[in-house]
């Protein structure tokens, strides 16, 4: 079975400052990994995936994340925050082929930039 | 907007009556997902459709519940006999059906309270 977890429900960091939001997997076979950022009283927005290849992905509005096999990991990052990333994000994984199509979404951590 | 679409974005109604939702996904996408989300929690997978094939349901997804997308394009999403339980944000999404490589795009969501 697929599964996902976001240790942190709370992330707090300064603007300017890097930013990191952490999530662990755990699948069957090879994971795809999914980051999504949702705002309040929105639907998601898709940030980033890794299927294959290079380790670090680079994603939309300045995200990246980097797959980490061995420690079974795909945390989201930021080299600065801005006030206006804090939202809540969403770390995602499908399990081809044991999984189907449908993903599995972590709870989702909620990232506060202070000024 | 070209992206994916929902109807109504609020919906306020009394316990035991039925509701229904609409969502209109990315024109050329032939996977449309319903999901659940209360709060605190990551979206909760309802049911899928290829086209107009209802493929999977969630055990979510009680017999009150029932979802349509007759001609392959738009879905809609019933809840009769709704109870306070149901009160949550229900998302839609959609995806291209190509091996390895789909990302879903969610609307915005439609905010549901039972009262």
């Known amino acids: 079975a697929q599964s996902v977890a976001q240790p942190e429900d709370q992330v707090n960091v300064a603007e300017g400052n890097p930013l990191t939001v952490k999530c662990t997997y755990s699948?069957?076979?090879?994971?795809?990994l999914f980051w999504y950022v949702q705002y309040p009283n929105r639907g998601l927005q898709f940030l980033l995936k890794?299927?294959?290849?290079?380790?670090l992905v680079k994603g939309s509005y300045g995200f990246e994340a980097e797959f980490n096999k061995s420690q079974t990991s795909f945390h989201l990052k930021k080299p600065s925050a801005l006030v206006s990333d804090s939202a809540l994000y969403f770390c995602a994984v499908r399990d081809p082929p044991f999984g189907g199509y449908i993903p599995t979404f972590g709870r989702g951590t909620s990232l506060i930039v202070h000024p | 907007d070209t992206g994916v679409s929902q109807d109504p974005r609020h919906k306020i109604t009394k316990r035991g009556q039925n509701v229904t939702f609409r969502c209109d996904p990315i024109s050329e996408h032939n996977r449309l997902y319903w999901y659940r989300q209360t709060l605190g929690q990551g979206p909760e997978f309802l049911t899928y459709f290829q086209n107009e094939a209802q493929l999977e349901k969630s055990r979510l997804l009680s017999d009150r519940f029932s979802a349509e997308r007759p001609k392959g394009s738009f879905s809609t999403l019933e809840i009769q006999r709704t109870e306070q339980g149901d009160s949550a944000m229900y998302l839609c999404a959609s995806s291209l059906a190509r091996e390895g490589q789909e990302t879903q795009y969610f609307g915005p969501g439609t905010r549901l309270l039972v009262l």
């Open positions: 699948v069957s076979g090879n994971p795809y």
């Open positions: 890794y299927i294959t290849g290079d380790n």
